[in-house]
């Protein structure tokens, strides 16, 4: 028998003036739905993980098993197998999703032994690639201009990096027969490309439960820490931070690293809540931003980013959740 899951999804959308967009989804900016199983009842319960939105301006999402596509106003798009939704096989935590540069979507199953598949916008397999699939901890996943692939994962924090071809085949010339080893000194937890094809891997140095530093490594094309980066490839912020578990980059236009991490950082009275820092392409601070290119934004007393979204007029919008104290 199929076991269908009880789903509930939020959208929300915000104007200008940060107020509620109510005109969006089903419910007041909000759309919520449920699968049932065979005897119509609902059972368990997940959320989505992620979205992307297609070039007619729907929305693509995915989640535990589930992927989901919605109209442009964030309703379930019943043209999508006919109710909007269906499930992804092979199961799995699908944490990412990412559009390539082939007008398909690529997907990250973040479970030990996770996937990397292949769809299309109707959420289809797409026969030409070659699902990925080897034994690991698979933690985050991104895509160059080409479309070429770049897994993070880890055994027993043992963390590698692995290059895909655009098909799903491993890029053997890339690092050692495809993949990076980059140790168990470091905890990694955020991967990203630029324009050129350099990886920078966000995470953090953990010497004691009391002393952990916000870490980013550079790893350049052909699959080599960048030694020119920083202090021997990577940046390390020494003193005056406390990093949590969650990383967030972005690659500017002119070349600069923008992160977020939640954890503590003193600026004067305020030390905990979201940690936001500039690093110039070189690997060193950018001490036009904040000051000292450094510096904590006491939204929550623990601020998890999620995701970086950088607005035409060079402002940016940081996502994520937060427990108050």
Do not use: M, W
């Not at 929305?59 to 919605?70: C, D, K, N, T, Y």
């Not at 160059?144 to 290059?163: A, C, E, F, M, R």
Request: aromatic content about 12%; hydrophobic content about 35%.
């Amino acid at each position: 028998t199929t076991t269908f899951l009880l789903l509930i999804l939020s959208f929300f959308v915000f104007g200008q003036e940060n107020l509620l967009d109510t005109s969006f989804g089903t419910s007041n900016g909000q759309t919520n739905f449920s699968f049932y199983n065979s005897n119509g009842q609902p059972t368990g319960g997940v959320l989505f993980h992620d979205s992307v939105k297609l070039p007619d301006g729907k929305i693509l999402s995915v989640g535990v098993g589930v992927i989901a596509r919605f109209t442009s106003n964030g309703i379930l798009d019943s043209t999508f197998n006919d109710t909007g939704y269906k499930l992804i096989s092979p199961f799995g935590n699908y944490l990412r999703v990412l559009p390539s540069p082939d007008q398909h979507f690529v997907l990250l199953d973040i479970a030990f032994g996770g996937k990397i598949l292949k769809i299309d916008s109707d959420g289809n397999p797409v026969s030409s690639f070659t699902n990925y699939n080897q034994s690991a901890s698979y933690v985050d996943i991104d895509l160059d201009n080409q479309g070429n692939i770049y897994l993070l994962k880890h055994n027993n924090y043992n963390y590698y990096v692995t290059k895909l071809f655009s098909n799903g085949s491993v890029d053997t010339s890339y690092a050692n027969n495809g993949s990076l080893s980059l140790g168990n000194t470091y905890r990694y937890n955020k991967l990203k490309s630029n324009a050129q094809g350099d990886l920078f891997i966000a995470g953090k140095h953990q010497i004691s439960d009391s002393n952990r530093r916000i870490l980013v490594t550079k790893v350049n094309t052909s699959g080599i820490i960048d030694s020119s980066f920083a202090t021997n490839g990577n940046f390390l912020q020494v003193s005056g931070t406390y990093s949590g578990d969650y990383s967030q980059l972005e690659i500017l236009n002119d070349g600069k690293i923008l992160g977020a991490t939640s954890g503590s950082f003193c600026n004067g009275s305020n030390c905990f809540g979201l940690i936001v820092y500039r690093l110039l392409p070189n690997g060193t601070l950018d001490t036009s931003f904040r000051e000292t290119g450094i510096g904590v934004i006491p939204i929550q007393s623990n601020s998890d980013p999620s995701e970086i979204k950088v607005l035409p007029d060079s402002s940016y919008i940081i996502s994520g959740t937060g427990i108050r104290s």
